[in-house]
C-alpha cells in the first residue's frame, strides 16, 4: 500500500530559527495535508494542498505540493515555543478508503 | 475548533468495565474514523464508516465495538479491555471516503481524542 515518509523524525532549534521538513513517497498523492499535534491532543490541520507544485502559506507556515506529486515540504518561520509539537503530512490512498499518514517529525523549539 | 467533538477526553476503566467513547461531527460530512494512538507510535486506523455503513476493520479485536447510527455520531463500546488498550483514541471525519476526488479536495478532520486508561 501507499506509504509517506517524513524527514527529519526529530528536530531540535533555538526560537526564531527557521524550519523545514519533508514528506516523500514512492506513489503518487492527489493531495497533501499537513497536522500538528500537541500532547495528549488530536491532529489539527495547518495546510490542504490540492494541485501539483501549489504553495499555500498560514501565518509563518508555508507548505509546497511538489510537481512529481510525491512530495511536500513544510517551511515555519521565526519559530517560537508554542511551535512545538509533532507534525504530520497525510495523503487520501488513491486505492482504498482511508488517508494515510506519515510517523510524524517531533519539533523542539529551545528558548 | 475542528468541527469533531469527542467525549469523554479522559476515561479510566478496569478490565472488566464496560464504557464508551462518542464523537459528534457538525461539518456535515459521509465519511467517519477511529484511530487509535499510543504512546511514540504511529496513528493506527480502526474502523471506517461511509454514510454509517463499516467499511473497514482493521483487524481490531472484538473487545471494541463500534456503532455508527447516522453520519453525525460514531460510537466505540469498549468491554474487558487490556492494561495494553491504553492509548489515545481519535475520531475524525472526511466529506467522502480518501479514494473520492473531490474538485473541492477531500480532507480529513481529527476531535481532540479521548485518553483511555486500562487499570
Known amino acids: 500500500g501507499q506509504q509517506l515518509n517524513q524527514s527529519p523524525q526529530s528536530m531540535f532549534i533555538q526560537e526564531g530559527e527557521d524550519v523545514s521538513m519533508n514528506c516523500t513517497s514512492s506513489s503518487i498523492f492527489n493531495t497533501w495535508l499537513w497536522y500538528k499535534q500537541d500532547p495528549g491532543e488530536g491532529p489539527v490541520l495547518l495546510i490542504a494542498l490540492y494541485k501539483a507544485g501549489e504553495l499555500t502559506s498560514n501565518g509563518r507556515l508555508t507548505a509546497q505540493f511538489g510537481i512529481t506529486r510525491k512530495d511536500s515540504f513544510l517551511n515555519i518561520s521565526a519559530s517560537i515555543p508554542s511551535d512545538v509539537g509533532i507534525y504530520f503530512c497525510a495523503g487520501p490512498n488513491n486505492y482504498g478508503q482511508n488517508f494515510v499518514f506519515g510517523p510524524g517529525t517531533r519539533l523542539s523549539v529551545l528558548p | 475548533e475542528t468541527g469533531v467533538t469527542q467525549t469523554p477526553r479522559h476515561l479510566v476503566m478496569g478490565m472488566t468495565n464496560k464504557k464508551s467513547l462518542k464523537c459528534e461531527q457538525h461539518l456535515g460530512h459521509n465519511a467517519m474514523y477511529w484511530y487509535k494512538q499510543s504512546a511514540k507510535k504511529p496513528l493506527e486506523l480502526m474502523f471506517v464508516y461511509n454514510f454509517k455503513e463499516q467499511t473497514e476493520n482493521n483487524s481490531v479485536p472484538s473487545r471494541f465495538s463500534p456503532e455508527c447510527p447516522n453520519s453525525s455520531h460514531l460510537f466505540l463500546h469498549l468491554h474487558t479491555l487490556q492494561p495494553e488498550d491504553s492509548a489515545l483514541y481519535l475520531c475524525?471525519?472526511?466529506?467522502?471516503?480518501?479514494?473520492?476526488?473531490?474538485?473541492?479536495?477531500?480532507?480529513?478532520?481529527f476531535g481532540e481524542g479521548s485518553w483511555l486508561t486500562v487499570v
Open positions: 475524525a471525519s472526511s466529506q467522502e471516503l480518501a479514494g473520492r476526488r473531490l474538485s473541492s479536495g477531500n480532507t480529513i478532520y
